[in-house]
């Protein structure tokens, strides 16, 4: 799809079909994390794939009703000790690279004609603990993916972007 269409007509699926992803969308939806950005090119994201219906139905159990019913998730980490620091004030890139990654990874499977929604309301102890995830990576996104059902339509929210006079400022 035309990039501007494409991020036009994304938006944040809450119902999916049982059916699961391919291998081939699964590695399509990965290669385009692997080309995203990260400082220093240092690629410190860490990508958990759950592409087993026993896989999702512990996240199920670890994360509540935000699954949604997809049939697919990624869980989207950072190692911290790997990322680049700025030296000026010590911030740590880990989470801005996997930010990045995880929406190359949406749009991507948005553009596959696949659904995604972008969870961030879950607690990533009970995650690590779920999925043995070592301590040294930060637990920051799950992105939900799958095919979305045919009366599935945009949240309430969708609609509501703010005014660019709003959220921009001219120097
Ligand atoms: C960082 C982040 C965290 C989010 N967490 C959740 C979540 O936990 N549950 C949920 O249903 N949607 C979540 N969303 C989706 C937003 O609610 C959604 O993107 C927003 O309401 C705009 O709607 P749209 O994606 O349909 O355009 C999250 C989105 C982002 C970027």
């Known amino acids: 799809m035309e990039y501007h269409e494409l991020i036009r007509k994304r938006f944040s699926v ?3 079909t049982s059916e699961l992803l391919t ?5 399509e939806i990965l290669m385009a994390g692997n080309v995203a950005p990260t400082a220093k ?6 990508i958990y794939v759950l592409e087993s219906r026993e896989a999702m139905a ?12 997809a ?19 010590g911030w740590n890139f880990s989470q801005t690279d996997a930010t990045i990654v995880t929406d190359h990874m949406m749009l991507a ?8 929604c972008w969870i961030g309301y879950f607690d990533p102890n009970v995650v690590r603990e779920t999925f043995s995830i070592p ?12 095919h979305p059902t ?19 400022r001219v120097l």
Do not use: W
């Open 14 to 16: 809450r119902k999916y």
């Open 23 to 27: 291998p081939g969308q699964i590695d």
């Open 41 to 46: 090119d240092v690629q410190p994201q860490r």
């Open 58 to 69: 512990k996240l199920s159990e670890a994360i509540g009703p935000m699954v949604f019913g």
């Open 71 to 89: 049939p697919n998730a990624f869980i989207i980490c950072g190692d911290r000790d790997e990322a680049c620091v700025r030296p000026f004030d």
């Open 109 to 116: 499977a948005h553009d596959l004609g696949l659904g995604t």
């Open 135 to 146: 301590e040294n990576e930060e637990i920051y996104h799950i992105l939900i993916v799958g």
């Open 150 to 168: 045919e009366d599935c339509v945009p949240g309430p929210l969708h609609a509501k972007r703010k005014t660019l006079s709003a959220t921009v």
